[in-house]
């Protein structure tokens, strides 16, 4: 079993950018596929982005090119670099793992990110 805590929420302005952290404990990421999911208030869970155990990678085509997952086997971590965010962006981000596809065998409570316009 993993244990995943994400990190690097926070209130910024319409323009900005994040990263987004997810370490894990328990298990080594490189066992895993990882992904992140957002929901925003009063919407459903929706599936940002997402990396394969050998790497490759896939994104919510409306989020294409802003958004960028990354995975350091060596720290156990996962990041999900937010580039020119905007106030729809605004919802708790989640980071999931899973042998499965798309990961969500096992998830972090979120992180929330705010996004001011």
């Known amino acids: 079993q993993v244990q995943l805590v994400e990190s690097g929420g926070g209130l910024v302005q319409a323009g900005d950018s994040l990263r987004l952290s997810c370490t894990a404990s328990?298990?080594?990421?490189?066992?895993?596929?990882m992904g992140w999911f957002r929901q925003a208030p009063g919407k459903q869970r929706e599936l940002v982005a997402a990396?394969?155990?050998?790497?490759?990678?896939n994104y919510a085509e409306s989020l294409k090119g802003r958004f960028t997952i990354s995975r350091d086997n060596a720290k156990n971590t996962v990041y999900l670099q937010v580039n020119s965010l905007k106030p729809e962006d605004t919802a708790v981000y989640y980071c999931?793992?899973?042998?499965?596809?798309?990961?969500?065998?096992?998830w972090g409570r979120g992180t929330q990110v705010t996004v001011s316009s």
């Open positions: 328990g298990r080594t990421v490189r066992d895993y596929h």
């Open positions: 990396i394969t155990t050998g790497g490759g990678t």
């Open positions: 999931a793992a899973g042998a499965g596809w798309p990961p969500g065998s096992y």
